[in-house]
């Protein structure tokens, strides 16, 4: 049966696609450097580096959420 994500892990997978999508005027800029490389470059590496962390945290809410439903998944089983 298919189910509905969260909340919250809806919004964090969105934050990566928002901060690396809808900011580019915010960004979209050579100068100032941000160690060694230009502002740009550096906003996607860091988006890059954080999206996993986002994704992680969305995974962590609907294992909680799975685990508080009836006939969810119980902790070890596959």
Same mark, same amino acid.
């Given at each position: 049966? %298919?189910?509905?994500?969260? +909340?919250?892990?809806?919004?964090?997978?969105?934050?990566? =696609? %928002?901060?690396?999508?809808?900011? %580019?005027? &915010?960004?979209?800029?050579?100068?100032?450097? %941000?160690? !060694? =490389?230009?502002?740009? &470059? =550096?906003?996607?590496?860091? +988006?890059?580096? &954080?999206?996993? &962390?986002?994704?992680?945290?969305?995974?962590? =809410?609907?294992?909680?959420?799975?685990?508080?439903?009836?006939? !969810?998944?119980?902790?070890?089983?596959?």
């Amino acid at each position: 049966m %298919v189910r509905k994500p969260t +909340w919250p892990a809806l919004l964090l997978g969105l934050i990566p =696609f %928002v901060g690396m999508c809808f900011t %580019v005027p &915010l960004w979209d800029r050579i100068h100032p450097f %941000v160690a !060694g =490389f230009p502002f740009n &470059l =550096f906003w996607l590496m860091l +988006w890059i580096l &954080l999206t996993p &962390l986002c994704l992680w945290g969305a995974y962590r =809410f609907e294992m909680r959420a799975d685990t508080r439903r009836p006939g !969810g998944r119980q902790s070890g089983a596959r």
